[in-house]
């Protein structure tokens, strides 16, 4: 065996170690975005600042009532409150209130969790908006006409206690007079039990 005089090659791996760095420094970074709520490579998505809704919320509609659910209902007539923006049901009215005010949900509508700052002039304007309805509200409350309206009521009611009291005279007086027999009131020589009044 003769000694080669050539380069004899190591049976290890070489790594390229720039090649890996790179990657490495892009998974980082990579990592940094998603931790900040950024997509991967796009623009973050710019979502609308959270709002007063300007619907009424319905929970009072099923209440009460009993539905029959089978299995191929579907989801929006099950029990419970269905959101038809995160097509899911929620079994009670409390943990639907809190859904529909989630991040889940507002996201789902498109919105952050932010609140728009006010101004000072805004908040200005809302006091005296507010103050007016006050005022509006102390104009429309009259002492007297109140007390008329209470009277007047009673009055009513007064009334209505005796009508009734007379029908229920009125229909006691019929019925003694349907179960009396003519003749044998004829025979014994009286024609009613009741008074001469009618």
Known sequence: MAASTNKVEDHRKKWDKDHYESLA????EEEQRMALGIQSKEMPVKRELLK?????????????????????????????????????????????????????????????????????????KRFELNKKKMEEKKKDYDFEQRIQELREEEEKQKQYKREKRKDRKRKADDSIEQSLDPDMASLMGFSGFGTTKK
């Open 52 to 124: 007063q809704r300007d619907y009424k919320v319905d929970l009072e509609s099923k209440l009460g009532k009993s539905q029959v659910i089978t299995k191929t209902t579907p989801a929006a007539c099950q029990g419970g409150y269905y959101c038809n923006v995160c097509d899911c049901i929620v079994k009670d009215s409390i943990n639907f209130l809190d859904h529909i005010n989630g991040k889940k949900h507002q996201r789902n509508l498109g919105m952050s969790m932010k609140v728009e700052r006010s101004t000072l002039d805004q908040v200005k």
């Open 25 to 28: 420094k892009e998974r980082i």
